[in-house]
């Protein structure tokens, strides 16, 4: 989980750090950034992006080009410095601590990671208000914990315009968390940072300490909404004003006054902006392990059913604090089994925070807050976030309340008002720290931010925790209240109609008197606030409410009286929106009076009730209940309205647990599904971003050759491009001004074609040249008398080799200017070279370069990190040494492929690296030989480490397995069904034999395929069955060298040997005891074709008849070797017995490489 709020306390020191987080899409707002960033400032910028860890990053060079500030790869310890620009690593995390960089490899997968965050929370703590925190385009939510850091750092935060992010997943995130200080194009954002911190477009040096321009601003805030920010810190409130007069566009305060003088909407703005809305579920571990483990434990001892337990939460914010306590509480009485009443109220004066509490919807972000069992417990999630579930919201109540205007609640449990003093003056706090105590009951918990402290001291709170800021009430009179507020005064140059300019003039006395005229005029009324706390209480209203000695009880529900508390009860459960009224009548007896009374109840703006009570005409024929019958009435109907109530809960939370219970696998699976898509994201995002850069540089390519194109045609030099064969492949029009080349000479040797000079000597120096790889300037007449000097220049290829001469001719005049020209084209073709040198480095595919002495010439960077050696020590390091338990069959192949000249594809080997002896990987492998001309120089090697691939492929031969067994049961049916012909007709019972023979060997053979993925079969898997199991191995000679079958040749020939073997049985050698057969094969190498030659021997048997192998057994031979393997079958009846010989092509047979040969005598 990330940390984002432990945050210095000092004034952090050093520059203006902006810290810019980028994703998918985030290259294109990059370069916009960056093109807008002048030679020179004073800011350190680093760039965290979602990069690929498996690929070297082509960030730092594409961006190079579009700015002058250095741009660096941020390193272990580097310092930050003004001026620069630092990249993150791929595979990399990055953090600033103390003015440096940190980076850490990554121990977390893919869908975890949140870079951005990682960095911007640092930044918040390493920078304070010196931050700047920027979201750029991206999917996904990585950024918005690390905005919300900075911005309670009193940092900067700017978010790029959504119409304008090519993805708006990071920016939209970012925005809804109210955190983004500014919203626009990135090609405009660093005007607006600039001005924020340089005085020559912000504020005046000397308006840093102008109170009066500050006073004068929060003068129109609080006419315009009702809230005094007059105790609010100065340098808290000239940061926010800073920030809108930079997003303005303004340089003197002045002009900022006349704008919002003249503009309402920049008030509201502004006051969105002084209410720092920075909260968190469980913000400071320390503190909630107190809460859970002390604090709530001692709030719940004694407690029951029956109880109520009252929480007050001032400056809520959004919600995520009073939710985080309601949690704890509903674990706590789960454990206890103990179920009070419990009453949450949650304040704020922000009233679309509230709304956004109210509603309990939250981003997918606050799983990095909320812990897992809690998540899944309390939470619904949805595609877009997570929503708090209604048993939870019932705990809480929201409602727009000022902590020091409003009257506060009473009889509080417990207050938790933490990071909200900090933002207030000294006699603001100390104002707050008195309604906290009143507030609170005797030994009441109060909970305080980590830099704040009551003020009041000792006798009013003791230490409950000094380390976690949690302090108990002490016993002693509630402090007094002053809640009174001077009227808003009127500022100047305020637009105002008389009614408004009146009533601002009003004097107190005045005031008074209206007061009385109304509680004169009107019904009795009563305002309660939301928590059903009396707050005001005409002088008619009294009649209706019953008062005790004591400390003032402001709950309304033990005021009132109690013939009318049922009424009001229901009246005060129906919910109803901003100013919708109900009504509810009484009938019964007042004060030993019959009364008829009409409750009204209005909601008012902020969450209050208006209560009417009013008489009316009791109707005629109404029958009362007696005076002495009522208050048992009353009290019976209490009761059983309770039970009911107390059983309905009790249902109610059964149905609920039972719901969640079978929930619970759903929302496991779903989270699951959730992590994977996560990963894929990340994933997806990686290679966005690589696919980005890769498209940059092809442009850059493409641009390169056209520059190249557009160069050499812009030149006006004659120019000849000649190959190694010295015959021509292209030239300039210029060049026919001293050869006379047509467009049909192109593929001619040059010295074919008529020209004007010596081509002779031509010739001899493109030689020279070639052959020394050297340029040559040389001074040529030609035969018209015109003097030139021809510069010839080796016509350099990818791998240093030379592939021809470049021919350039120019008057010697203009040898200096052509001179510079050709020097840029070399460069050009130079820069061509190390671009496609780095992409051979940076391939994904591993690759290497062995000389013919298997020592490793050239390796790039995936290689390296499959055989974890760095590449510079691989040169020179021989093949065997680097592969470890593999270096056998690698310097074999190796060998193979140095005799035979041909290369070795696609072939597995399986073991592990030197450095990592444990790790067994199966790796695919190419071998390949490299040439020069007819000679051999090297061995070129490509590795895929195939390690997944293998599982997976055991997973298809289980299924292959599987498919086995089904065709064997088919083939089970066969013979079942042959089987039953035979009983049906005796007659056949030899075909039927015969028929069942055929098919056994049919299915031998497939069950061999099977194994093999049914690609091919060892050619002495096939003939074992057949012969040497069946006629013993003292009857069965079998030689020849190792070969592999394909599948289409293992069926035929294995049917080709089981007629033979069924003929010898019938006829031949098999019939004779002492008989016997050799089969033999052998690779045909008589310079005309390499196939394989088999012969099939039979002795110790009859003479060989023709007759009886010119049956269907030879016809199915021939159709077997001919027909389906396009071979040769020949038969020789001797007086031995029957000799067969068939030829196979070598395109159905592999030979193994190795030196063994089969034989069944010795194995």
Known sequence: MIDTFSLPITPPKGPVVVGIGASAGGLEALQGFLDNLPPSHSLAIVIVQHLDPDHDSLLGELLTKRTKTPVKEAGNGMAVESGNIYLIAPGQSLTIIDGKLHTENYDLPRGRRRPIDAFLVSLAQNSGERAVGIILSGTGSDGSLGARAIKEAGGLVFVQALSEAKYDGMPRSAIETGVADIVLPVAEMFAVLNDYFDCRGGIPEDALTDREFISRAMRHVRYRTGHDFSGYKPGTLLRRIAVRMSVLGLSHPNEYLKVLINDPEEVSRLFKDVLINVTSFFRDDSVFDDLRNKVIPELMEGRSNTDELRIWVPGCSTGQEAYSIAMLLSEAMERLDVWPRVMIFGTDIDEDALETARRGQYLNTIADEVPAEYLHKYFKWRSDGYTVNDRLRAMVRFSNQSIVKDPPFSQIDMVTCRNVLIYFDKSLQEKAIRVFHYALREGGILVLGTSESPINGPEAFADLSRQNRIYRRQPGPAARLDLSQTPAPEPENEPQNAMHGAGNRQTKPAMAYADQVIDLMSPAYIVVSNARDLQ??????????????????????????????????????????????????????????????????????????????????????????????????????????????????????????????????????????????????????????????????????????????????????????????????????????????????????????????????????????????????????????????????????????????????????????????????????????????????????????????????????????????????????????????????????????????????????????????????????????????????????????????????????????????????????????????????????????????????????????????????????????????????????????????????????????????????????????????????????????????FSWQEKGGPPADQSEVSGFGSQLIRSTIEGSLDGKVEFFWEQSGLRCVFTIPKDSLIEIPNDSVFDTYTS
């Open 536 to 1093: 005001y209480a005409s002088d008619p209203a009294t009649a209706y409410l019953k008062m005790k000695a004591g400390r003032p009880q402001l709950d309304l529900m033990k005021l009132i009286r109690p013939e009318l508390e049922n009424n009001l009860r229901r009246l005060l459960n129906r919910q109803l929106g901003t100013g919708e009224t109900a009504d509810w009548d009484f009938t019964g007896v007042l004060d030993g009076t019959p009364r008829f009374i009409r409750i009204t109840r209005q909601r008012m703006t902020g969450g209050q009730d208006l209560i009417l009570f009013q008489d009316q005409t009791l109707p005629e024929g109404t029958k009362l209940p007696s005076p002495e019958n009522l208050s048992e009435a009353t009290a019976k109907y209490v009761q059983d309205l309770e039970s009911e109530l107390d059983e309905a809960r009790l249902q109610i939370r059964s149905t609920v647990e039972e719901l969640e219970t079978s929930n619970e696998e759903l929302k496991s699976s779903n989270e699951e599904m959730m992590s994977m898509n996560e990963e894929l994201q990340s994933a997806n995002e990686e290679l966005t971003t690589t696919n980005d850069e890769l498209n940059n540089k092809i442009t850059e390519v493409r641009d390169a050759n056209t520059d190249l194109a557009n160069f050499i045609r812009s030149t006006k030099i004659g120019t000849v491009f000649l190959d190694a064969g010295l015959k021509l492949r292209s030239f300039t029009p210029e060049a026919c001004e001293v050869f006379r080349f047509q467009k049909n000479d192109i593929g001619r040797r040059i010295d074919d074609i008529a020209s004007d000079v010596d081509m002779e000597q031509i010739v001899t120096d493109c030689e020279r040249v070639m052959e020394s790889q050297e340029l040559l300037e040389k001074e040529y007449e030609t035969r018209r008398g015109k003097s030139f000097r021809a510069r010839f220049v080796p016509y350099a290829q990818s791998g240093h080799s030379v592939g021809g001469v470049v021919v350039s001719l120019f008057d010697v005049t203009e040898l200096r200017s052509l001179a510079r020209d050709a020097e840029e084209a070399r460069l050009i073709a130079a820069d061509r070279l190390e671009e496609i040198e780095g992409l051979y480095t940076a391939s994904p595919l591993a690759m290497a370069l062995l000389d013919t002495d298997l020592n490793y010439i050239r390796a790039n960077t995936r290689l390296s990190e499959i055989l974890g050696v760095p590449v510079e020590d691989m040169i020179g390091r021989s093949l065997g040494e680097m592969s470890g338990g593999m270096s056998e069959i690698a310097r074999r192949l190796a060998q193979q492929v140095i005799e035979t000249g041909k290369k070795v594809e696609n072939y597995q080997i399986r073991g592990a690296v030197p450095t990592r002896p444990d790790d067994n990987r199966v790796f695919e492998t190419d071998w390949y030989p490299v040439s020069q001309g007819d000679k051999l120089i090297g061995i070129g090697i490509n590795v895929r480490d195939s390690t997944e691939l293998v599982q997976i492929q055991f997973e298809l031969r289980r299924v292959m397995q599987e498919l086995q067994h089904r065709v064997k049961n088919m083939l089970a049916n066969v013979l079942a069904l042959v089987s039953r012909a035979k009983r049906d007709a005796t007659a056949d019972k030899a075909i039927f034999e015969a028929l069942s023979q055929r098919i056994q060997a049919l299915a031998q053979t497939h069950k061999l395929l099977t194994q093999s993925n049914w690609s091919s079969a060892k050619l002495q898997d096939i003939l074992r069955p057949e012969l040497v199991d069946v006629y013993g191995a003292e009857r069965v000679r079998l030689k020849g060298p190792d070969i592999v079958v394909n599948a289409r040749a293992a069926l035929s020939l294995g049917m080709a040997i089981h007629e033979l073997a069924t003929n010898a049985a019938k006829y031949g050698s098999f019939s004779k005891e002492d008989g016997q057969v050799s089969l033999s094969w052998v690779r045909q190498d008589d310079g005309e074709s390499d196939d394989f030659i």
